[in-house]
C-alpha cells in the first residue's frame, strides 16, 4: 500500500498519466498501437538525459528501494517512464500491413512493408523546423488514429503528440507531415 502510494504520488509530481500512453486505446478497428519493449527493461539510470522526469525518476526509485518498497510495483513505475521515454511506438495498419513505428529518439518516424521494405522515414519535428516549446527536447509521446477529422484530410492519416504540447498529423502514403498546432 505504501509503494502504491508512493507511485501515486511520483506520477502526480511529474504530471504523468497514471498508465502513460494508453495503446489501447489508441487502437482502432483498423490501427493496432503498441510499444516495442525489451524482454528485461533496463536500470532507471538508462533514461536519456533529455527525459524531463529523469532526475526525479531516479530519486523515486532509489526512495522506494531504501524503504523496502515492492519491487513489482517498482519496476511497474521504471517501465511507465521508459514507455514516455524511450521505448519505440509503432502502429500496425490492419488493411495494408504497413507498420509506422516511433523510433527510440522518439522523433522519427517510419513507415515499413511487411516485407522489411522501408516506404518513408520522417523526422516531423526537422521537417516542420518546429522550435522547442516547453520543453528543451520536444519528442514523441503519442500516435494514433484520431476520431474526428480536424485536419480535413482526405487521404488516411496519424496524428503525433510531441512533449511540450505541440501537434501534427501525417499522411500515410507519403509521409508528409503538417503541423496543426500547440496547447
Do not use: C
Not at 29 to 36: C, G, P, Q
Amino acid at each position: 500500500m505504501k509503494t502504491l502510494l508512493l507511485a501515486a504520488i511520483g506520477i502526480a509530481t511529474l504530471n504523468l498519466p497514471a498508465s502513460g500512453f494508453d495503446t489501447e486505446k489508441a487502437s482502432t478497428e483498423r490501427f493496432k498501437v503498441a510499444y516495442v519493449e525489451p524482454k528485461v527493461t533496463p536500470p532507471i539510470t538508462d533514461l536519456p538525459l533529455y527525459y524531463r522526469e529523469r532526475d526525479a525518476a531516479i530519486r523515486d526509485e532509489q526512495a522506494q528501494t531504501k524503504a523496502g518498497g515492492d519491487p513489482k510495483d517498482i519496476l511497474k513505475m521504471r517501465q511507465l517512464h521508459f514507455r514516455q521515454a524511450v521505448y519505440p511506438i509503432q502502429v500496425t495498419d490492419k488493411e495494408t500491413g504497413i507498420v509506422y513505428k516511433v523510433q527510440s529518439d522518439r522523433r522519427t518516424i517510419t513507415a515499413t512493408r511487411a516485407d522489411g521494405t522501408i516506404v518513408w522515414k520522417i523526422n516531423p519535428y526537422e521537417d516542420a523546423k518546429l522550435k522547442p516549446y516547453r520543453s528543451d527536447h520536444p519528442f514523441i509521446v503519442e500516435i494514433y488514429s484520431p476520431k474526428t477529422n480536424v485536419s480535413n484530410r482526405k487521404a488516411p492519416y496519424l496524428s503525433i503528440v510531441f512533449t511540450g504540447g505541440q501537434f501534427g498529423d501525417f499522411d500515410l502514403a507519403s509521409g508528409r507531415y503538417t503541423y496543426t498546432g500547440q496547447d
